[in-house]
């Protein structure tokens, strides 16, 4: 067990924080998306911390987290359309998934021993502080115990992890609050392996052309990238989707004029949703209690509603 210290991003904060993390410790860190586990992506022992304290399969790679995109060109190679799209949206919620560079220094751990890094410049000021204090990658998958609620406020890790790690930067709630889009690339053109903060159709307009969905794993239980096992995101009370009122016993969340107990958007508001999904998923989760069941209203299947719907049907998966 930890003393796990809640810092304030300040600059004695953040100072405190990167010196943790050289010396090989874990601290969750704030982003535009969600907040992250971070720890020293080269380092095997803290990676494989980073799997103990989450509870998360081993076979489920990490996002690297980097300043910029002059620091993530030391571990990865940038094929055209990468190195395209990450001039157009980095900072910001976009991870690319690309081949790791020989001798890049990465703990396997971090890429489930697959020959691609997953990597990122948030766009956080909070996070871009820290990368720039810790001076290399930072692993950072999300700061909750694995397949439960991603965490948007600091309060949200403490209950989860604390006493698990050493310290929580708390940078307030986070803007976007779903996690980042994650692209790969292949014979020539872009897959989207999870959608997210980054909405597809603003990615097509960028390439001029269409992305090809690949969100399900080729191997069964192999992910090429975080977020895609089945069961994920999943609150303790089980989930039924595209309810336009609640059941006996059902805590209802509502979206536009689906009214509920809570709602994600009265106004039906996408980025106010997307913002709220995983904050709202713990408050209902609360008040259904560990027997209960929770019914979301419809959201579309457009703009951000994408990564919503894919967080919520993952919540409402079968539990193995």
């Known amino acids: 067990m930890y003393q796990t210290e809640l810092l304030a991003a300040t600059d004695h904060g953040i100072a405190r924080a990167a ?3 050289r010396e090989g410790a874990l601290v969750a860190f704030p982003s535009e998306t969600v907040y992250g586990l971070g720890g020293d992506a080269r380092q095997d022992r803290t990676v494989a911390r980073i799997f103990e304290a989450k509870g998360r399969p081993g076979f489920n790679p990490l996002i690297a987290h980097l300043p910029d995109p002059e620091a993530a060109a030391r571990y990865v190679d940038f094929p055209p359309l990468a190195r395209q799209l990450a001039g157009r949206f980095w900072p910001g919620p976009l991870t690319l998934v690309l081949p790791l560079r020989e001798g890049a220094g990465i703990s396997p751990l971090a890429t489930s021993g697959l020959t691609t890094l997953a990597v990122r410049v948030p766009a956080h000021p909070v996070a871009r502080a820290l990368l720039r204090a810790f001076g290399g990658p930072l692993a950072g998958p999300s700061a909750n115990p694995s397949g ?30 779903v ?11 872009v897959q989207l392996l999870r959608p997210g903060g980054l909405p597809v159709e603003e990615l097509e307009v960028a390439l001029g052309q269409r992305i090809a969905q690949h969100t399900t794993p080729k191997e069964p239980g192999r ?29 209802l969340v509502g ?27 713990r408050e209902a989760d609360a008040l259904a209690g560990p ?13 951000l509603g994408h990564a919503i719907n894919d967080r919520l049907r993952r919540a409402a998966a079968p539990r193995f």
Not at 179 to 189: H, Q
Not at 256 to 273: F, Q, R
Not at 291 to 303: H, K, L, Q, S
């Open 19 to 21: 010196g943790l993390l």
């Open 148 to 177: 439960r609620v991603s965490p948007t406020r600091a309060a949200h890790v403490m209950a989860g992890l604390s006493g698990r790690i050493e310290a929580v930067l708390d940078g307030g709630a986070c803007e976007v609050g």
């Open 179 to 189: 996690e980042s889009t994650i692209l790969g690339f292949a014979d020539g053109g």
């Open 223 to 251: 992910p090429m990238a975080p977020g895609q096992l089945g069961s994920h995101y999943a609150p303790g009370a089980l989930v039924r989707l595209g309810a336009r009122a609640a059941e006996t016993g059902e805590i």
């Open 255 to 281: 979206f536009g004029p689906v009214k509920g107990d809570l709602t994600l958007s009265e106004s039906g508001d996408l980025v106010e949703a997307a913002a709220r999904l995983f904050h709202i998923l």
């Open 291 to 303: 027997d209960g069941r929770i019914a979301f209203a419809p959201i579309p299947e457009t703009g």
